[in-house]
């Protein structure tokens, strides 16, 4: 069965980083876009950032361009995500997703994904 198990999240200061970690098991990893939702309570589950399963692609949401940064490791079966000036308005509960590609493409739809993690708390104070 496909695993996706995140990690990284925690507490931090507004103006801080965080970086989140998630390894994958039970797919072709290389095949599979890979992305972070995140959802606050009360909220939909919006995208975050993606990356395509080439690495040549990538997504990112307007409130978070400049700030993080997505990336993968195809051999580690890992794709991570780098946070940077958080804000108390990233506080959510950040989940790594993952959607068969057959072509260097990366979706931003939440529908289009297939797998999903457990989800990482990420908390920041102002």
């Known amino acids: 069965q496909v695993q996706l198990v995140e990690s990284g999240g925690g507490l931090v200061q507004a103006g801080g980083s965080l970086r989140l970690s998630c390894a994958a098991s039970?797919?072709?990893?290389?095949?599979?876009?890979m992305g972070w939702f995140r959802q606050a309570p009360g909220k939909e589950r919006d995208i975050v950032a993606a990356i395509s399963w080439s690495g040549g692609s990538t997504y990112y949401a307007d409130s978070v361009k400049g700030r993080f940064t997505i990336s993968r490791d195809n051999a580690k079966n890992t794709v991570y995500l780098q946070m940077n000036s958080l804000k108390p308005e990233d506080t959510a509960v950040y989940y790594c997703t993952a959607h068969r590609s057959y072509s260097d493409y990366v979706s931003p739809y939440v529908n289009d994904y297939d797998y999903w993690g457990q989800g990482t708390q990420v908390t920041v104070s102002s």
């Open positions: 039970g797919l072709t990893f290389r095949y599979y876009a």
